[in-house]
C-alpha cells in the first residue's frame, strides 16, 4: 500500500503490516526502559547504531517508533522524533540546531513558553533573536542577516490565531540558507502541511489535538532524516524522551485525529460566526471567518478547515472576562485545548503571571481576551451555553 497517496482519514488507521511487524491490530505498549541483548556482537551493534528502537528507551522505543511513523505520513515528513511535551519538541529542537553566536528569526504572535524560551533561555547561550510582526513578510525578509540560522513560526498562533504565510517563509529561508521552523500544533496536520509548502521542520505540542483527549503530555519534532538524526543527538542528552505509555495513548488518541477535527473545525466556525454577531463581543479572531485580515490566506493554507481554536474580545474588559469564565458551564475552565472537551481561558490571567502585563500587552493579549477550545460537544449545547453566558455577565 502506497501511504504517500492516503488521505489522513486513512492514514490514522492504519496498522503497520509490514514483514516482521507485530501482528496485533492494536499496537503493543513497550513500557520498559531498557532491552535484552542476546549476545557480544548484538549489544555492540545494537550500542553504536543511532535511534536503535531496541536497546534503551532513551535512545528509541518501538511504540514510540510506530507514533514517530504515524506522524511522519500524516505531516508528510521523511523522519519524526517523539518527546516527552511540546516545550520538549521546541526546545530540542532549536537547542539541535543553533550554535553560540546564531541568530533567531520569530514572531511576535507566539505561545508564551516559545517567547520565554527565545526572550530568557536562548540568550544565556548567546543566541538571540528579532521578534518580527508575522503578518508582515517584508518585516520577516528584513531580520534576516547574515548570523541568522533559523526561522521559527507558529501559525494559526496562539491565542490570537494570527497567520503567517509557510510558503514565503519557506521562499525566504531557501533563499538565505536558514533553516524554517513551523510550529503546526493548531494548524495540525489534519489542516495543513507545512512540508509540503517548504518549510524544514515541524513541531508538534501532541498533548493538544493528536493526543486528543487531555491526558497526556507529548511532543513531535518531524523534518528530513538527516535533520531530525541531528536534532536526535542533542535529544538523547537533553533527554525530553516520552514515555512508552504517553506515546501508546498518543497511538490511540490519533486514530480519531481526523474525525475529531473535522468536527472541532465545523464547531468552531459556527461558534465564530454566532459571536461575530453578538452585541456584547467586540472582536472574534477566527481564521475562517471573512472579517479575520488574513481570510485569504487561511483559505490558501488551511485547505482541511480552520481549526478547533478561536479566541474572542468581551466588551468590558478584564472584569468581563472574569465573569465570563466563572458564568459558563460546558467548557471548563483550564489551560491547554485540542481535546474532547471543551475549554475556556482568560489569556489575560494566566500570561501576565508568566510574562509580565506589559509583554502580554505587546503580544496583543487584551485583558478581555476568551481563548475558546472546541471539543466535541453539540455545537447547539454550545451556541446555547454561550449565549446564556453572554447574558448573565
Ligand atoms: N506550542 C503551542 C502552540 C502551544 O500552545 C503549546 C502549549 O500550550 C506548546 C507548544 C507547548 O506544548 P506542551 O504544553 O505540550 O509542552
Known amino acids: 500500500m502506497d501511504r504517500n497517496i492516503l488521505r489522513v482519514d486513512t492514514l490514522v488507521t492504519h496498522t503497520d503490516r509490514s514483514p516482521g511487524a507485530p501482528a496485533d491490530v492494536a499496537p503493543v505498549l513497550h513500557q520498559t526502559a531498557t532491552f535484552r541483548a542476546p549476545d557480544d556482537d548484538t549489544f555492540r551493534q545494537m550500542a553504536g547504531a543511532p535511534r536503535h528502537d531496541g536497546y534503551y528507551t532513551r535512545d528509541g522505543n ?3 517508533s510506530a507514533v514517530e ?4 505520513s500524516l505531516e508528510g515528513a521523511q523522519s519524526c522524533l517523539l518527546t516527552a511535551s511540546g516545550m520538549g519538541a521546541l526546545s530540542t529542537a532549536v537547542l539541535g540546531i543553533v550554535r553560540h553566536g546564531d541568530h533567531v528569526v520569530a514572531q511576535r504572535s507566539h505561545y508564551m513558553g516559545t517567547t520565554q524560551l527565545l526572550g530568557e533561555v536562548l540568550p544565556r547561550f548567546g543566541v538571540d533573536a528579532s521578534i518580527v510582526d508575522e503578518a508582515d513578510p517584508d518585516a520577516m525578509a528584513a531580520a534576516v542577516g547574515s548570523r541568522t540560522r533559523l526561522i521559527l513560526v507558529e501559525t494559526p498562533a496562539n491565542p490570537l490565531l494570527r497567520l503567517t504565510d509557510l510558503a514565503r517563509v519557506a521562499e525566504l529561508g531557501r533563499r538565505h540558507g536558514v533553516l524554517t521552523l513551523c510550529d503546526n500544533t493548531i494548524g495540525t496536520p489534519v489542516n495543513q502541511q507545512p512540508i509540503a509548502l517548504g518549510i524544514d521542520l515541524v513541531v508538534h505540542s501532541a498533548t493538544k489535538f493528536l493526543g486528543g483527549h487531555h491526558d497526556l503530555m507529548a511532543g513531535a519534532i518531524l523534518g528530513s532524516r538527516d535533520l531530525v538524526q541531528q536534532i536526535w543527538r542533542s535529544h538523547v542528552v537533553l533527554g525530553a524522551v516520552a ?9 490511540r488518541g490519533m486514530r480519531t485525529l481526523a474525525l475529531r ?5 465545523q464547531t468552531a466556525l459556527r461558534l ?7 452585541p456584547k463581543v467586540a472582536r472574534v479572531h477566527y481564521p475562517g471567518l471573512p472579517s479575520h485580515p488574513q481570510h485569504a490566506l487561511a483559505a490558501r493554507q488551511m485547505p482541511g478547515g480552520f481549526g478547533g481554536l478561536l479566541s474572542f474580545e468581551l466588551q468590558g474588559g478584564f472584569a468581563a472576562g472574569n465573569a465570563f469564565v466563572n458564568a459558563m458551564r460546558i467548557p471548563a475552565r ?3 485545548f485540542g481535546g474532547f472537551e471543551s475549554l475556556a481561558t482568560q489569556p489575560a490571567a494566566m500570561w501576565s503571571g508568566s510574562i509580565g502585563d506589559d ?3 505587546a503580544a496583543g493579549i487584551s485583558p478581555g481576551l476568551i481563548r475558546f477550545s472546541v471539543g466535541l460537544e453539540h455545537p447547539d449545547d454550545l451556541i446555547a451555553d454561550l449565549d446564556r453566558t ?3 455577565i
Not at 69 to 72: G, Y
Not at 243 to 251: K, T
Open 243 to 251: 514515555d512508552p505509555f504517553a506515546a501508546w495513548l498518543l497511538l
Open 359 to 361: 509583554a502580554a500587552r
Open 272 to 278: 465564530a460566526q454566532h459571536l461575530a454577531g453578538h
Open 69 to 72: 511513523s504515524l506522524l511522519a
Open 261 to 265: 477535527v473535522q468536527r472541532q473545525n
Open 62 to 64: 518501538p511504540t514510540l
Open 334 to 336: 483550564a489551560v491547554s
Open 390 to 392: 453572554l447574558a448573565v
